[in-house]
């Protein structure tokens, strides 16, 4: 038998011992960002018996009122972040784009997800695509552009409308353009984002969306999939099930769950589809949790929040069977409270004793800026729908200005 000299053994990283052993209740979970996503997070994880932990960049975050603790500073401040993930067990987030440094810092403490490369593909729409397209998941067709010509050059190739969008950075619509023909390509400010990415403009029935968890060692379970509208780029009423055939949303989830795999992601990973005929497309994904996934609370056996908790601790994920067969949400904006200058009159809305109102305790309302949402459960998905957004109606109804 060959002996092999022996190999002195290596210090094993916190990470290596940790990433795969289960963060029981009691333990502390760190959340990078303390917006509505991070505030809804910790109540979960509060009713789990975790404690949890905020890094933020303001004082006065939605997410710092419902926190055990709140750490103020910069992402780039390496030993802010230090002290805050040295008091952690786990660390996640809830947007993505974060510096990768911060992400590999809170790493030399304890797991954290998702990774660093997860959000290098996340945070670049090129090297998502590119990423997907690769592992064979359908992708809508996209080209690399960076000046009138190559915009030109994609849109012979590709027909035309195009989509252009900066390649990092922009949600919600920001940072992207519809350009009809090569006559609109000029209408480009190409000095104001260093790439661009073309995309092919679908022509889709609807938009849908996929939210997977998936856990440390492999383990995966998707929601059922969200129908989304959406008003000027910006999420506004979802509701699910999507109204799909049984095949397609299959196909759909399918996908989902493959693109976590694809790119190895831990905690929860939304994948928005467009809709077009008998098959979709990936739009785009977000490795946390999503505006459309909001429903869940009241909607399914385990919310986003439970399950984004049980996914990066590593426990047994939860059902995510709806608990009545419609739940639809529906976005409140900025706009209720500044069309008067004052609060909406939510009795309005709570007139409907099956009205679940969520707000997210910021302190400013700017028109467009996401404060809170309504969510509706029920038996019969017109009936669902038509409650949601007369709820909403009469918040629009009470902030009206006198005539």
């Not at 995966?220 to 008003?231: D, K």
């Not at 397609?248 to 994948?271: F, K, N, P, W």
Request: glycine share 6%.
């Amino acid at each position: 038998m060959d002996i092999q000299p022996h190999k002195p053994q290596q210090p094993m990283s916190l990470t290596a011992d940790k990433s795969n052993d289960a963060q029981l209740p009691g333990s502390t979970i760190g959340m990078v960002g303390g917006g509505q996503l991070g505030r809804m997070f910790a109540v979960a994880a509060a009713a789990l018996g975790y404690r949890v932990l905020i890094f933020t960049d303001s004082e006065n975050s939605p997410a710092s009122h419902v926190a055990d603790q709140t750490f103020v500073g910069d992402l780039n401040d390496h030993d802010a972040i230090d002290r805050f993930a040295e008091q952690c067990d786990v660390i996640t987030l809830e947007f993505e784009n974060i510096p990768a440094a911060t992400i590999a810092r809170c790493r030399k403490f304890v797991p954290t997800y998702p990774s660093a490369s997860v959000l290098a593909t996340a945070q670049d729409r090129l090297i998502e695509k590119t990423t997907f397209r690769d592992a064979g998941l359908p992708v809508t067709p996209f080209r690399k552009v960076h000046d009138t010509e190559s915009l030109e050059a994609a849109g012979d190739e590709l027909g035309w409308p195009l989509i252009i969008k900066t390649v990092r950075s922009g949600y919600d619509g920001k940072g992207q353009h519809r350009i009809e023909s090569a006559d609109d390509a000029d209408q480009v400010q190409w000095t104001s984002a260093p790439e661009w990415i073309a995309e092919k403009c679908i022509a889709f029935d609807k938009e849908v969306s996929v939210i997977v968890a998936r856990t440390p060692d492999g383990r995966c379970e998707s929601f059922p999939i969200f129908e989304n509208t959406h008003s000027n780029h910006v999420l506004d009423i979802s509701v699910a099930p999507a109204d799909l055939p049984d095949s397609l949303s299959q196909e759909a989830r399918r996908i989902a769950v493959a693109a976590a795999e694809t790119i190895d992601v831990v905690g929860l990973l939304c994948v928005e589809f467009f809709v077009s005929g008998d098959h979709v497309l990936i739009n785009e994904v977000a490795p946390r949790p999503h505006n459309s996934g909001h429903l869940t609370i009241e909607g399914c056996e385990t919310s986003q929040f439970e399950q984004h908790v049980r996914a990066v601790c590593n426990l047994p994920l939860g059902s995510t069977q709806q608990r009545t067969p419609t739940a639809a949400m529906a976005n409140l904006l900025g706009d209720l409270w500044t069309a008067s200058g004052q609060a909406p009159d939510w009795m309005a809305a709570l007139a409907d004793a099956g009205v679940s109102l969520h707000l997210y305790g910021k302190s400013e309302a700017k028109v467009g800026r996401k404060m809170g949402h309504l969510t509706v459960t029920g038996e019969d998905r017109p009936n669902v729908l038509k409650r949601v957004s007369e709820a909403r109606a009469r918040l629009q109804n009470s902030t009206a200005s006198p005539s």
